[in-house]
């Protein structure tokens, strides 16, 4: 009877990670909308409020949460400070990429990017920590290698937008391992570290006028506002969420948030996505498919350690 219970113990608190990190997959792959909305606000003006307005959500759910004993440990260590300050300028990064790419209409090339992003978070732990690749890896790299490579044949330049956001992403998460806190922890002293500068960004555009917060319409103010629960309610989501999941089940569910994203450039944002582009993204979506299946049948089983988005 009590192995019945712990299985049936374990089996809710599989379905509830399986929930909460699916609600953050769906609001990540619908955030092209709210960021087009937003596409005619000055970018860094759209950073800044995304960070401000991150910063109560994030507070309250530790405090919610009950966890702020490591946190206050965090902010009392200039080694803790010094590495949040570092992934909190390589998350600033990736979100600037993104809204940007999304206002100027490339949004399949961020889709590309988090495609991506799997395959160079193994090369980067097989070049940082010599980790071993086993012959599928190896091969997904490839073919993501040899997308790119068709990609910049037919442009004629490398496909900035995606190698950026995701060799941005794969930076954060492999020195956010470095902080000894959990991931909304470490998020809300991320977006703290941030608000100093956002703060007075925003003050600054205020007084001189240059503002869309007070001094435009209540839709913008809306929208700015919103920036923060946008940002912070599905990477909450996601951090409750993993650390109830296996690894390989947040690997496959990892891919939900940038096809949606792929399907609403093409659909309904009008994005083209010619011959070239449909080889590159049969590449990528083999590579995965390799990357996933070697996943399944090898050895990580263990529940996820929740990573920051």
């Given amino acids: 009877m009590a192995i019945e219970t712990a299985h049936l113990d374990e089996d809710a608190k599989a379905r509830r990670g399986f929930l909460l990190a699916l609600g953050a997959y769906l609001l990540w792959g619908m955030l092209p909308f709210y960021m087009k909305a937003v596409a005619h606000l000055p970018l860094i003006e759209v950073i800044a409020h995304r960070i401000v307005w991150s910063v109560p959500i994030a507070a309250a759910v530790l405090v919610w949460a009950g966890r702020t004993a490591d946190f206050k440990a965090a902010i009392r260590s200039p080694r803790s400070i010094a590495m949040a300050a570092l992934t909190a300028t390589l998350i600033s990064v990736n979100w600037g990429i993104y809204v940007w790419a999304i206002a100027v209409d490339r949004t399949v090339e961020t889709a590309l990017g988090y495609y991506i992003n799997p395959l ?174 070697s996943m399944f049948r090898g050895r990580e089983i263990r529940p996820a350690t929740p990573a920051a988005r």
């Fill in 120 to 293: 160079v978070v193994v090369v980067v732990g097989a070049v940082l920590l010599g980790e071993r690749l086993d012959r599928l890896q190896i091969a997904a790299v490839v073919l993501a290698a040899v997308a790119v490579t068709v990609l910049t044949i037919e442009g004629g330049k490398l496909p900035w937008v995606s190698l950026a956001l995701a060799f941005s992403f794969a930076a954060y998460g492999f020195f956010r391992k470095t902080l000894p806190i959990g991931p909304s922890q470490g998020f809300l002293l991320e977006v703290l570290l941030l608000s100093v500068p956002a703060l007075c960004y925003i003050a600054y555009l205020i007084v001189t006028g240059q503002d869309h917060f007070v001094s435009s319409t209540a839709t913008d103010t809306a929208l700015l506002i919103g920036c923060g629960p946008v940002t912070a309610v599905p990477l909450l989501l996601f951090a409750f969420g993993a650390r109830l999941l296996r690894l390989s089940t947040i690997g496959i569910m990892q891919y939900i948030a940038p096809t949606m994203v792929f399907l609403i450039a093409v659909l309904v944002f009008g994005e083209p996505f010619g011959g070239t582009q449909a080889v590159a993204f049969a590449l990528i979506w083999t590579a995965l498919a390799m990357y996933s299946w």
